[in-house]
């Protein structure tokens, strides 16, 4: 059974058992700056787990591409991977236990034809503030599966939650399959032989601000099946690299490497990265974030960079892009992928290109640094970071073969102080941006709200601020977005900033605690820190649902009414960086 067949079976079963199939989500979570990406097919649920009604009901069904990033330097064995697909099926209030832990076994043992005899499970054994999950020994009991094959394990091994300080948690169940022929007649949970498949989370708890643990008033599902792992297993293979999820890019590297797959530990390890890095790199890419220096950027850096890296062992230079195209036919079942896939292509090879330029250089430096050294000195460290594009952990992993250590602490300090430098360097004489605070200068400070907003409103939620300059002269006002605004769009963005304009909107500003304003729904500029209480300014405009049209924390000044600006003009729009573009603009006196 490949991808596809186990993904459509799965979703057709439950669809069967009156489940709504939702769709794919971005890895860019919506509204949750917690976590940079989306790790979990439940990630996009959670506001419907906490009480929030669903649109299509309480049943629900999917497949969700997922990143994790804490485990991209155990990549290269057979089982890790930083991008995999996630089957999902969710009750909210609906049903429970019962349903759940059949409905899991009859798809296994029925719909994938699973032998019984090959199967074992855990179970949460309890503690002082949950009891011992006796609802489901029973349940996986009477289903056949025997004592000796069901575990009793503790919180940290059979437990969800809550995704914060509190909320909704509870006990899971997991599902296990022997990978060998001989089936041991006991299940010993640290026997790598037996290999987690399915995991049943039981949110039956709420967890309070005082650590407690209360029965939820809302009990939901979530399960959770691995895609790579279980088309490995239903194929018999001990190796995820060798299923159809990414055996064509393997080969791919083996046909430009002239080198084969399994030959040797090194190439085999060197291969798995290669492929596992760009496949990630591709699905990051095709959702928005460009490489770059801060946060997701920094993740799609490291896993280009560190490909690279790996393709270095077996001989190979500007290999990323013909090694990425196998992706786009694996999961072509993807639109994001064919509707961005030279604009993806194209990233890849200019990041290659600018980490190739300095790649064999740093390399030299790096062993000039290490030669007969135990550790790595922070300033060292970021020398080869600032000069030679190397990010800290390929620093930490060239050090690790060597078998010595890097000085993180000082490493974080020479980055910071690097950081301070660079703001002295280039913030304004003023606050917000602003180069005085003339009346012209004020009123261009009020039109950049109107077009953050109009910018927002025209191209999407992806547009984040990242930096502006105001001076009596003209605007200027830097934004997220991949790709260049047609005339079309800057069309449409002026026209909108001058319709707010010339409706005569109040301007109305009031102080508030800062997460009292983010919960209000006003923007703030992306990575900028803010003090516990800040001024909020907003364009109020009563035919908005909301009751306004913009809303943001700033500084100020700002004029009392939107009539007073004048007429807004986009003189230019540019490329400053990767993923980011600029707006210069200017006002003008009403009538000209």
Known sequence: MNRKQLIKKYIEFFKKKKHKEIPNSSLIPVDDPTVLFTTAGMHPLVPYFLGQKHPLGKKLVNVQKCIRTQDIEEVGDSYHHTFFEMLGNWSLGDYWKKEAIEWSFEFLTKELKIPIEKLAVSVFKGDKDASRDNESYEIWRRLGIPDKRIAFLPKENNWWGPAGKTGPCGPDTEMFFYKKDKVPETFNPKDENWIEIWNDVLMQYEKNINGKYREAKQKNIDTGMGVERTV??????NDNYLTDCFLSIIKKIEKISNKKYSSDKEITRSMRIIADHIKASVFIIADGVKPGNIERGYVLRRLIRRAIRFGRNLGLKEFVKESAMPVFEIYDDYKELKEHKNEILNELAVEEKKFLQTLEKGIAIFNKITNNKKTIS???AFLLYQSYGFPLEITKELAKEKGINVDKQEFLKEEKKHQELSRK????????GL?????????MHTATHLLNESLRRVLGDEVKQRGSNITPERLRFDFSFGRKLTEEKIKKVEDLVNEKIKQNLD?????????????????????????DIVSVYTIIDKKEKQGWFSKEICTGPHVKNTKEIGKFKILKEESVAAGIRRIKAVVLESGK
């Open 507 to 531: 301007v109305v500003k009031v102080e508030m605690p800062l997460e009292q304003a983010l919960n209000s729904g006003a923007q703030a500029e992306f990575g900028h820190k803010y003090p």
């Open 378 to 380: 922070g300033k060292d």
């Open 232 to 237: 490995a297993v239903l194929n018999k293979l």
């Open 435 to 443: 180069a005085d605070y003339s009346e012209k200068t004020v009123r």
């Open 425 to 432: 360097a280039t913030e304004g004489i003023f606050k917000s």
